[in-house]
Each structure stands twice: as C-alpha cells, then as structure tokens.
C-alpha cells in the first residue's frame, strides 16, 4: 500500500501497490499492519455503503464527536465523486482547512480521514457507490454535522448547489468562529 500525506495532518491518500500479469492486477485495500505503522488506526468496526443514483447529490459534511469520534478510509467503487475533508481539530494547524480529491470507481484510491474531521461528497456521475470502512460503530447519539455551504470553509463544489440534499444536511447549524 502506498501512503500519500496531505495538507491536512494525518489525512491519506492511499494507493493500492498493484501487482498486475496476464490476469489483471492484485493489491491489498486494507492491511491492519500498514495502518497500524503509520499511527492510524487499524481496528476496523464496520463497512458501510452508499448508493446515490443521481450526479449532483450531496452528502455531508458528518463526523462523530467525542467519545465515539470516528476515522474513516472512503473508496468509491462505481461512478464518480468529488470527496472532501474538513479539519475541525481545534488544535491542528489545518483548523478550518478543508482537502479535497476525486475518487473514481475506475480506481483503488482511498482517502482516509481522522477522527476530528468531517467528511462529505458530491457525485459526479448517477450511479456512484461509496464504500466506508469506519473504524468505530456508528453511534446517533455522537452524529454531528457542519454545513456543506458553510462560509466558515468556504468548500468549493464542482457541481455547485447539490441537486439533492438531505434536509438533516441542509439544516446543520454554521460552525461556531
């Protein structure tokens, strides 16, 4: 697996290193040791999916808050999306800093988030999956959310206003100055 620092401290690009012949190609998407060498964290506690039919949806910009903050390793694996983290570690030198990467489903690139970082996409073609390894479970209690337009970020979307937007995300509260 190659690992890729961003401008956002202890968020990955991560590459599968391919072994390719006459068949196609083999890579790990995951190895709990790589992860673990690194300082991430490597105790996966579930995989999620996320189907969006149509280009132009939005979802985000979640994270969990604390005691059951979240990491996050996102891999899109059908269509196309425009993924992006927002450091919300008050502590960070990235605070309010916001990375964003295209992911495609023609490709094994992952991007991976940690915990204290919301995360949100936006399609780019209809039919886009995503798929999530989160490595804490999901608990409603801790799900909290910032604004997708919110100009405390000022988050540059490709497909400008979403064409679908869930009201929970349209209604997060601005994030506090």
Same mark, same amino acid.
């Given at each position: 697996?190659?690992?890729?620092?961003?401008?956002?401290?202890?968020? /990955?690009?991560?590459?599968?290193?391919?072994?390719?012949?006459?068949?196609?190609?083999?890579?790990?998407?995951?190895?709990?040791?790589? /992860?673990?060498?690194?300082?991430?964290?490597?105790?996966?506690?579930?995989?999620?999916?996320?189907?969006?039919?149509?280009?132009?949806?939005?979802?985000?910009?979640?994270?969990?808050?604390?005691?059951?903050?979240?990491?996050?390793?996102?891999?899109?694996?059908?269509?196309?999306?425009?993924?992006?983290?927002?450091?919300?570690?008050?502590?960070?030198?990235?605070?309010?800093?916001?990375?964003?990467?295209?992911?495609?489903?023609?490709?094994?690139?992952?991007?991976?988030?940690?915990?204290?970082?919301?995360?949100? /996409?936006?399609?780019?073609?209809?039919?886009?999956?995503?798929?999530?390894?989160?490595?804490?479970?999901?608990?409603?209690?801790?799900?909290?959310?910032?604004?997708?337009?919110?100009?405390?970020?000022?988050?540059?979307?490709?497909?400008?206003?979403?064409?679908?937007?869930?009201?929970?995300?349209?209604?997060?509260?601005?994030?506090?100055?």
């Amino acid at each position: 697996m190659i690992f890729t620092e961003t401008k956002l401290p202890g968020v /990955f690009i991560v590459d599968m290193e391919r072994l390719e012949d006459g068949r196609g190609f083999f890579g790990r998407s995951f190895c709990r040791s790589e /992860f673990a060498k690194r300082g991430l964290n490597p105790d996966v506690a579930q995989c999620n999916v996320s189907f969006n039919q149509k280009a132009g949806t939005l979802r985000g910009m979640h994270y969990q808050a604390t005691p059951h903050a979240e990491d996050k390793l996102i891999r899109c694996t059908r269509g196309r999306l425009y993924d992006v983290i927002v450091d919300l570690r008050r502590d960070s030198p990235s605070f309010r800093q916001w990375l964003a990467l295209e992911l495609a489903g023609d490709s094994p690139r992952m991007l991976y988030a940690p915990k204290g970082c919301a995360h949100g /996409f936006q399609t780019l073609e209809d039919n886009t999956e995503v798929f999530y390894q989160m490595f804490e479970p999901y608990h409603p209690e801790s799900a909290r959310g910032v604004r997708w337009d919110d100009p405390a970020f000022g988050i540059e979307w490709p497909k400008g206003i979403p064409a679908i937007l869930s009201e929970r995300d349209r209604n997060w509260p601005d994030y506090p100055v």
